[in-house]
């Protein structure tokens, strides 16, 4: 089996001898037969080595067990495919084609690791930005309904102040009388003053009189026409003593209350 005159670094000229042995019929093999399935399969795996990370560290579609155990199983494929590639790629020598085999899928195997590190920061930012803007939608949300319910505390207690004022003046200021016929009681009520776009509370004193009606007690009179004292409404407004019926000036004269007797 001949050996070839380039070494692996030299593209160009190892890729047109490979291109020659090929097409020499003289020599035993067909090496592009082999370098370009096993190209193939090594990029197709490797394609789906890369989609995998994606969706496992990025996308988080998949599980990372999952994700791993994928890449795990696709791995001998790859290295299948690569070990085609650098067996036609070094014309059927076996120690060649092993050492760049292994340089091959170091260097794919440090890129994987490179780029899954990568994967997993970018997917580490992803995750940073969303708690950051779910926390900030937090506080923004916590913010609004401490203000508000510090704007209702406001409003309550300024309720609170307004009721005591309306109790306190109602108790101070209020006063009845009984005598003389009448009561008097004071009442008080916010009133909301607009000042140069500030409201402003003040409560104000309003009394008002409150009449009260006092049972009238019926005053005696005397008969017209036997002068007894009697009260008529107790006899049905005729007199006792005489029969006679009680006059109606006399009637309502004993209706009027005492003071004004």
Partial sequence: MPHSEYKARQVRAKTHE??????????????????IPGGLIA??????????????????????????????????????????????YELYDIPRALRLTAIIVFVTLASVVIIAVLFAVLGNMKGGS????????????????????????????????????????????????????????????????????????????????VIKEVPKEPMPIKCPYCSRSYIPVEHKYICPSCGGATPKELIEESQLPKDKE
């Avoid at 409560?203 to 009189?209: A, D, F, G, N």
Wanted: proline share 3%; charged share 15%.
């Fill in 130 to 209: 969303s708690s950051s803007s779910s926390r900030s939608s937090s506080k923004s949300s916590s913010s609004s309904n401490k203000s508000a319910k510090l704007s209702s505390e406001s409003k309550s207690e300024l309720g609170g102040m307004v009721a005591g004022g309306l109790s306190g003046k109602k108790s101070s200021g209020g006063s009845s009388s009984s005598g003389g016929g009448g009561s008097y009681s004071s009442g008080s009520g916010p009133i909301f003053v607009n000042t140069g776009g500030r409201t402003r509370v003040e409560t104000r004193e309003v009394t008002k009189e």
């Fill in 43 to 88: 990029l197709a795996t490797l394609g789906l080595i890369i989609l995998i990370g994606y969706l496992t560290w990025i996308d988080e579609s998949l599980s990372q067990e999952l994700g791993i155990m994928l890449c795990l199983i696709l791995s001998p494929f790859y290295v299948g495919g690569v070990f085609l590639f650098s067996y036609g």
């Fill in 18 to 35: 490979v291109y020659e042995y090929d097409h020499d019929d003289a020599k035993p093999g067909k090496p592009l037969h082999i370098l």
